[in-house]
């Protein structure tokens, strides 16, 4: 049956109860978070700081939730490698830094992970068919890559669309995931739109029961 990922970010997390906070969101099975979206970033590829390789490392030990790394960093061409190298399960990287981003993937799925490219909500997704034909996943921004807590931008939906239409016949072959924004007022636009993985960090961690949350999100988008 149909089963939208859920992919709870730990932006929203407490940085001090990191491992706490990851049970938080694991569930029963099949009924928890499918993915733990984790946002790196280096405060020049955006104006915020999080955390990097090391942290990753102690999640990867840490939960058998498989790892969503979304590396809002400059320079990923050299950076992304050490995550997929690590156990991530797939590597995000965006399409505005990345110097070659077809290398890139080829070096993500050789480390061993799946390769995830990135687009800002500003960013055209036209001219990077050719490229996403090497990548696993595709990472629509729903809002300015920085913060959580933002309202959604449902211009992306577009963007959204005409990945859903390429990848039903057959020119791409890709999961479809969107990031920023989605709570119980959008998540249903966006399942609307064709998205298979939502990514969910404020709406998860400011719950009473981010566990609860993450079933609630997915029934509705499977409504
Ligand atoms: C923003 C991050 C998002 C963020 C989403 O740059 O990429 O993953 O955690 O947070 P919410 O769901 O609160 O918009
Ligand atoms: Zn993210």
């Known amino acids: 049956a149909h089963h939208p990922l859920i992919a709870p970010s ?13 049970a938080a969101v694991e569930g029963p099975p099949g009924r928890g978070a499918d993915w733990l979206h984790v946002d790196v970033m280096d405060a020049h590829f ?14 990867l030990a840490a939960t058998d939730v498989p790892l969503d790394c979304h590396l809002m ?9 050490g995550y ?25 799925r050789a480390a061993g ?11 055209p ?14 990472l629509v921004m729903s809002v300015e890559p920085g913060f959580g807590g933002q309202k959604f931008i449902a ?4 963007k959204v669309r005409t ?8 020119h791409l072959n890709l999961v479809v995931e969107i990031d920023g924004g989605i709570n119980a007022d959008t998540i249903e636009q966006a399942a609307e739109a064709g998205v298979d993985c939502f990514v969910a960090g404020s709406a998860v961690y400011a719950a009473d029961d981010p566990a609860r949350a993450v079933e609630d999100l997915r029934s509705q988008a499977r409504a």
């Not at 997929?84 to 993500?108: F, K, Q």
């Not at 992970?113 to 960013?123: E, H, V």
């Not at 211009?155 to 577009?158: E, K, P, S, T």
């Open 10 to 22: 730990i932006l929203s997390a407490d940085f001090a109860r990191l491992a706490d906070e990851v």
């Open 46 to 59: 955006v104006p915020n700081l999080t955390l990097g390789l090391p942290v990753v490392k102690s999640l």
């Open 73 to 81: 960093i400059e320079n990923p061409d050299h950076w992304a490698i």
């Open 84 to 108: 997929a190298e690590s156990g991530a399960y797939n590597v995000t990287v965006h399409v505005e830094a990345a110097a070659d981003p077809v290398a890139l993937a080829r070096n993500l």
């Open 113 to 123: 992970s799946k390769a995830g490219l990135a687009i800002k909500p500003n960013t």
């Open 125 to 138: 997704l036209e001219p990077y068919v050719e490229v996403l034909r090497s990548y696993d996943t595709l």
């Open 155 to 158: 211009d992306v939906l577009g």
């Open 163 to 170: 990945a859903r239409t390429m990848v039903d016949t057959g």
